[in-house]
């Protein structure tokens, strides 16, 4: 495979190198301060299943940009490194280092202007049997099979995952794929069902989180279809007071603002009560965004906070949010703070077991409130 040769390379020497180094310190970061408190390397993510031998793994779906400016080859390269080449090294190496790990995998359908939103092309295990050796390399393989040439529809394929959390049918995630959007369809291992039109098969399971990775090289494009959805899901719950402008592209590639509802649904998704069913807790979801070669406001609002351990220091410069108060801790990266992200929260196996004991607990008693 084109990135497997790199696999275990997040060094090497140059301005390419040290996106590729940022990049992964910046998931390394995210994967050690999923926990409340940290914890040891064999710990990450880990969850009520996997404490109580239950078999399965913690789940982590990767939100992968397949927009045409991820060919841009990244400046003091000579020419070689593109952003989705870097890009793709360090997920091949994320998954390829992080056994204990289901990974699963979504881009953006071409959405220029049709069909919108995007699809989940490795779909995580649920319920299911965890990926082992085989199936990493599958989903190494799909990677690879990559090109850049949808345009940025983040916030409808950002719903489009919400959907398949829910265990919805999916509205964007199985139309037909439109020229020259090439790059693998949508995984029938998602539905429940054979059609296109089945219900997805949610893979949120009980008193276990499930965390989601948002890389983005640029703003949204062509991505206000899934506004209202979200606003009507949204309307009524205590902090919903309307969507905002964020910066954006046309379909002619001009800067403007548009209104972008991601942030209203990243909140939401992290609320306990989104998912469960009855007195079962399920989730919350968690999402971490990245911009590579982009700093913007919507990728800050759509973060969640950071759970860091008493007195421990934010790895990530602080920032005032939309739904997370001013001076907030939340997990958003980008390509030019590595030094902050070098910084990672202590690692305390015990009490992170222990917190995560208590997750399932602690939801019950909410529902039951």
């Excluded at 489009?160 to 020229?179: A, D, S």
């Excluded at 949120?204 to 009507?232: F, K, S, W």
Aim: glycine fraction near 10%; charge should be neutral; aromatic fraction near 8%.
């Amino acid at each position: 495979m084109l990135v497997s040769s790199e696999r275990t390379a997040c060094g090497g020497h140059g301005v390419a190198a040290l996106a590729r180094q940022v990049l992964c310190w910046m998931l390394l970061a995210m994967l050690c301060l999923a926990l409340p408190a940290g914890a040891d390397d064999t710990d990450i993510y880990r969850s009520l299943y996997d404490i109580e031998s239950r078999g399965a793994k913690p789940q982590v779906m990767i939100l992968f940009d397949t927009s045409g400016s991820m060919r841009d080859v990244v400046a003091g390269s000579g020419g070689n490194d593109s952003k989705i080449k870097i890009a793709k090294t360090v997920i091949d190496a994320l998954v390829d280092n992080n056994p204990q790990v289901d990974f699963g995998l979504t881009i953006f359908n071409y959405n220029g202007y049709l069909p919108d939103g995007g699809r989940v092309i490795y779909p995580l295990p649920g319920s299911g049997k965890s990926g082992g050796d085989e199936q990493r390399a599958a989903l190494q393989q799909t990677l690879d099979d990559l090109d850049p040439v949808t345009s940025t529809p983040l916030c409808e394929t950002y719903y489009e995952i919400f959907r398949y959390l829910k265990g919805e049918r999916p509205l964007y995630g199985t139309q037909p794929r439109v020229y020259p959007d090439l790059n693998p369809p949508y995984s029938r291992d998602a539905l429940d069902g054979d059609g296109r039109n089945s219900p997805y098969r949610s893979p949120l399971r009980p008193c276990e989180p499930l965390y989601l990775i948002y890389m983005t090289d640029g703003v949204p494009q062509n991505d206000t279809a899934a506004n209202a959805a979200i606003a009507r899901l949204v309307t009524g719950s205590g902090f919903y007071h309307g969507c905002e402008a964020y910066a954006a592209i046309d379909g002619f590639s001009r800067p403007t603002r548009e209104l972008n509802c991601m942030p209203e649904l990243a909140y939401y998704m992290q609320q306990l009560e989104t998912f469960s069913q009855g007195n079962i807790p399920r989730g919350p979801v968690t999402t971490y965004t990245i911009g590579f070669d982009t700093d913007q406001r919507l990728l800050i609002d759509s973060a969640s906070p950071l759970n860091l351990a008493p007195g421990k220091t934010c790895p990530t410069p602080r920032r005032d949010t939309r739904y997370h108060g001013r001076d907030a801790c939340v997990g958003y990266f980008t390509a030019a703070n590595s030094a902050q992200l070098r910084r990672l929260p202590g690692r305390h196996r015990r009490r992170a077991l222990a917190q995560h004991h208590l997750l399932c607990a602690s939801g019950l008693r909410r529902l039951y409130q």
